[in-house]
């Protein structure tokens, strides 16, 4: 450490000890500034040490990226087989509360342009709700994979029964002469599936990315809405990586359980 004295000062500090006290106490004088030195060259390698501790204490070690695809796996496969587990019945009134609580909220009732997705699987029920949007005079618009690309774009649908078509990965999409030109700029609200969520608004797909890369260029510009069952929401924080978008909020069969008016947002926690 730089105790503030260079060479030339204790130089001129020895001069002045030999011309008004003599030599005799030349020895003395460098005792103390070498006991001064140490005592101060302690005290700034205890201060460098607790530094360093809480600077450890700040910035916790990363975890690995194998390590954060692991957990990944192992959430989405807990999930996927809660929701599997609910049964038809319990899956379709689980729905049914979850399309009131949608189309109550703000988002959509102030939006015209409403992205959705039609249901496959064991996924929250919106074909209803698609049906629904329409009636309520609200343009749908359902994502489609683009061929040979990790892309998704979207197109209107008009009736459910029969606009939608098997897609890439069994997804039911919007049959072709559907997909003209549309700019997703001009959406806004986005209602996404998810495997998982958390109480941050954190979602884990499918793992396959088309969500989070479409979903980029929207997030913070219009109102990004996850859905999910109670079975979906987990209470620990999911792992995330740069390309992640989490959603502005979520909702499940016990209404608001991700955004400003949810349980979340007042300090309450969700177990899953």
């Known amino acids: ?9 204790i130089l001129l500090v020895l001069v002045i000890v030999v011309v008004f006290f003599g030599s005799k106490e030349l020895p003395a004088f ?16 205890r201060i460098k040490r607790e530094l360093d501790d809480v600077t450890r204490s700040l910035d916790p070690k990363p975890v690995p990226f194998a390590e954060q695809q692991s957990r990944k ?8 087989s809660a929701r599997k587990e609910l049964g038809d019945a319990a899956r379709a009134e689980k729905s049914a509360a979850i399309t009131e609580t949608l189309i109550a909220c703000t988002p959509v009732r102030q939006s015209t342009m409403i992205m959705l997705y039609a249901d496959m699987g064991a996924e929250v029920i919106t074909r209803p709700l698609i049906s629904r949007l329409i009636g309520l005079k609200k343009r749908v618009l359902l994502p489609y994979g683009v061929e040979g690309a990790n892309e998704l774009r979207v197109a209107e649908v008009f009736d459910v029964d029969k606009d939608l078509v098997p897609g890439k990965h069994g997804v039911p999409e919007p049959r ?7 700019f997703k700029s001009d959406l806004e ?3 996404c599936p998810g495997v998982a969520f958390d109480q941050q608004g954190g979602r884990l797909g499918r793992g396959r990315g088309y969500y989070d890369g479409f979903l980029r260029e929207l997030r913070g510009q219009i109102p990004l809405i996850g859905l999910a069952f109670d079975c979906q ?3 620990e924080t999911l792992p995330f990586e740069y390309h992640d978008v989490p959603m502005d909020m979520v909702i499940t069969e016990s209404g608001v359980v991700v955004g400003a008016s949810s349980p979340a947002a007042a300090g309450k926690t969700l177990s899953g």
């Open 73 to 80: 796996k192992e959430l989405r496969s807990g999930c996927l």
């Open 189 to 191: 609200v986005v209602i």
């Open 30 to 45: 460098l005792r103390e500034i070498a006991k001064f030195t140490a005592k101060v060259r302690r005290y700034s390698d």
């Open 233 to 235: 929401m987990l209470s």
């Open 176 to 182: 072709e002469e559907l997909r003209t030109k549309f």
């Open 1 to 9: 450490m730089n105790t503030g004295f260079g060479f030339s000062e």
